[in-house]
């Protein structure tokens, strides 16, 4: 009877060291972790490209419908390695002329406002539609119930949204470079 409670005892004793053994190992995986989203690394290559970019049209003096081409080149150019798994918006303009081009998912709310109330960017996929500011320097997009507010100054201005879905949970990297 006395080998029986001491059998016990060990086995007791070797399920709850296995718990704690699992859990810990468990804890420090997830803690241990130091990678970085990719959608942060994207933005920063974008910020950096746009900056590159926008020095040389300063340099080039170049037309503004050449600029334009170039941008929405650009964007595209986005929008295909982001897409399917990333909605991206980019708005850019000079002056009072602004194109906002991006890719959308259905269920997506996307809102424009370039001084004369909200727009609703009712697209889906690809597209590209062009504003005016109207008596404002500011466009603000609006990202699902979120507002980012876009100043835009004399010269070429690029700004992008990058929403990305990880988890069941979006996040979003907004950016941009203005000159």
């Given amino acids: 009877m006395f080998m029986n409670k001491k059998a016990q005892f060990y086995f007791l004793a070797a399920i709850i060291f296995a718990a704690v053994f699992i859990s810990v190992v468990t804890i420090s995986n997830k803690a241990t972790y130091t990678g970085q989203p990719v959608y942060l690394t994207e933005g920063e290559e974008l910020n950096t490209e746009l900056s590159y970019l926008l020095d040389y049209f300063s340099r080039e003096e170049l037309l503004d419908e050449e600029e334009k081409t170039i941008l929405i080149n650009v964007s595209n150019s986005y929008i295909e390695r982001f897409s399917p798994g990333k909605e991206s918006f980019f708005l850019f303009g000079k002056d009072v002329s602004l194109v906002l081009k991006g890719y959308k998912k259905n269920g997506t709310t996307l809102l424009i406002n370039v001084g004369d109330g909200n727009s609703v960017v009712t697209d889906t996929g690809t597209f590209q539609n062009e504003y005016s500011l109207s008596g404002t320097d500011t466009a603000v997009l609006t990202l699902d119930g979120t507002s980012y ?31």
């Fill in 149 to 179: 507010p876009l100043i835009f100054y004399p010269g070429q201005n690029f700004y992008y949204l990058i929403k990305y879905d990880s988890n069941n949970q979006n996040f979003v990297q907004s950016g941009g470079t203005s000159s």
